[in-house]
């Protein structure tokens, strides 16, 4: 098992940033990918971006790329979503997810392992 909880979410204006935190316990991760999806309201879960965590190999959203950023620390077992230049249409409910994978996974349906959320506004 694999523990995912995210944290950094909140209130922000167009325009401005945020970073989301993603703190990893249970297993040895070098195996595995980390990723953020996120889910609007009356909206379908969608991919943001994900990352390996063994040599840091990312795949970034068409609609976030330039703008998020995906990273993380191992020796801290986090992963971030650093979010610049924030649109309203990116408000959402923000999700970390795991698996066992040795590339970065875009489909959620690949993702064994789920945080409960942190929630993003971006108001105009």
């Known amino acids: 098992q694999v523990q995912l909880v995210e944290s950094g979410g909140g209130l922000v204006q167009a325009g401005g940033s945020l970073r989301l935190s993603c703190a990893a316990s249970?297993?040895?991760?070098?195996?595995?990918?980390m990723g953020w999806f996120r889910q609007a309201p009356g909206k379908e879960r969608e991919f943001v971006a994900a990352?390996?965590?063994?040599?840091?190999?990312?795949h970034d959203a068409v609609s976030v790329k330039g703008r998020f950023i995906i990273s993380r620390d191992k020796a801290k077992n986090t992963v971030y979503l650093q979010m610049n230049n924030l649109k309203p249409e990116d408000t959402a409910v923000y999700y970390c997810?795991?698996?066992?994978?040795?590339?970065?996974?875009?489909?959620?349906?690949?993702?064994?392992?789920w945080g409960q959320g942190t929630q993003v506004t971006v108001s105009s």
């Open positions: 990352i390996t965590w063994s040599d840091g190999s990312t």
């Open positions: 249970g297993r040895a991760l070098s195996r595995y990918v």
């Open positions: 997810a795991s698996r066992r994978a040795p590339i970065p996974l875009q489909s959620l349906r690949e993702y064994d392992y």
